[in-house]
């Protein structure tokens, strides 16, 4: 996988199964960080990993500016993980619908599969 393609998928994993997997430890819930982390394949431990490591304050994260790419993919997997549909969040992050369903959606899908 490309690092800009890392980096989209690392910013849907922050939005979507980092979330999960931090509240799966505050509640002490061993059964769901083990159905988290099994759920995942390689590159998107390594995308977990890569957030993780981005919000550990002792080691400054690589110096860089999140892409537009990044971005949008940060307000899609928001978008609809808060329940908005396919059209609402490609409106909202300014691409036609027919480009969301093949170039976001799937990465959506996946990153909030675990």
Same mark, same amino acid.
């Given at each position: =996988?490309?690092?800009? $393609?890392?980096? #989209?998928?690392?910013?849907? *994993?922050?939005?979507? *199964?980092?979330?999960?997997?931090? *509240?799966? #430890? ?5 059964? =769901? @960080?083990? +159905?988290?982390?099994?759920?995942? $394949? ?8 890569? #957030? ?5 304050? +002792? ?19 928001? =978008?609809? /993980? *808060?329940?908005? /549909? ?8 300014? @691409? ?5 369903? +093949? ?8 990153? /909030?599969?675990?």
């Amino acid at each position: =996988m490309a690092t800009p $393609d890392l980096d #989209v998928l690392a910013a849907a *994993t922050a939005v979507t *199964t980092a979330p999960a997997l931090v *509240t799966a #430890v505050h509640n002490d819930d061993a059964h =769901m @960080v083990e +159905k988290i982390l099994t759920g995942l $394949d390689r590159q998107r431990l390594y995308a977990l990993a890569v #957030v993780l490591a981005a919000q550990n304050p +002792k080691v400054p994260p690589r110096p860089r500016e999140q892409t537009l790419a990044e971005r949008r993919m940060e307000d899609y997997a928001f =978008m609809r /993980s *808060t329940g908005a /549909s396919i059209p609402e969040a490609a409106a909202r992050i300014g @691409v036609s619908e027919l480009h969301a369903e +093949k170039h976001y959606e799937p990465l959506y899908l996946e990153g /909030s599969a675990a």
